[in-house]
């Protein structure tokens, strides 16, 4: 779940000018908006857009990210979240404490209806998938930090946020001293910037090859045809 491309620019200040960005570690007074974010890029799907359902389904992926996080960027524009990178590194504390029992919360709220459980195991369908990926590639013996998510908005196009936060988020990672991360997308991504950053793709699942379908093996409630991907960088 990742995005945009571009150079390196300084950081700003939050007393930043209208049309700059501003660059500053993540806070949960933060995570509302990140969700929304979150749902408009990747749950804006047909016929569930602005549901209660795709609102749910946006932040319990953001939760499940957030509970094992131990570091985070966010890219400012004019006062509105535009980009984020959350980072899982080996042997660090988590960010939020409260993340797990927020995700709790909506996993109840999903659950509470038939709908909403389809909704939810095709989530964690999806997470086990990773996690399928991740041993197979023996990523945990290749690396010592993930990026969990990389996502920046359309409307920071032309502002070089994809490139400043990937950027930084190296430097986060070597000054901690990690030498290699790794992450995954699919093509539902603009995953060719990771081919641009000279990152190493690892390992690949196309959709065909997934064959176990959460819930409703004929009507997954959020159906995908996408082929995943594990890539691997150096800090």
């Known amino acids: 779940m990742q995005n945009s491309t571009d150079n ?14 501003m660059y500053r570690e993540i806070a949960w007074s933060d ?70 029992t927020k995700l709790n919360i909506v996993d109840a709220q999903m659950s509470a209806n038939p709908e909403g459980c389809r909704a939810l195991s095709d989530l964690m369908h999806w997470h086990g998938i990773e996690v399928c990926m991740d041993k197979d590639a023996d990523v945990q013996d290749r690396s010592q930090a993930e990026l969990q998510l990389f996502l920046v908005s359309s409307r920071s196009r032309g502002h070089g946020v994809g490139g400043t936060l990937f950027g930084n988020m190296k430097q986060r990672l070597r000054e901690q001293g990690v030498n290699h991360f790794f992450l995954h997308t699919d093509t539902s991504c603009n995953y060719s910037f990771y081919d641009h950053q000279q ?18 093996d004929e009507h997954p409630f959020w159906p995908s045809d996408d082929t995943r991907y594990i890539y691997l960088g150096a800090a």
Do not use: N
């Open 31 to 100: 995570v509302d908006e990140i969700c929304k974010l979150f749902e408009d890029m990747w749950f804006h799907i047909e016929p569930h857009i602005g549901t209660l359902i795709a609102a749910l389904s946006a932040r319990r992926s953001v939760l499940r990210y957030l509970r094992e996080s131990t570091d985070g960027e966010v890219a400012v524009l004019d006062g509105h979240i535009v980009g984020v990178v959350l980072l899982k590194i080996e042997d660090r504390p988590a960010l939020f404490k409260e993340a797990g």
């Open 199 to 216: 990152l190493e793709r690892i390992a690949e699942l196309p959709a065909a090859d997934d064959c176990v379908v959460a819930g409703d």
């Open 8 to 21: 390196m620019v300084e950081k700003t200040t939050p007393e930043s000018r209208q049309g700059q960005v």
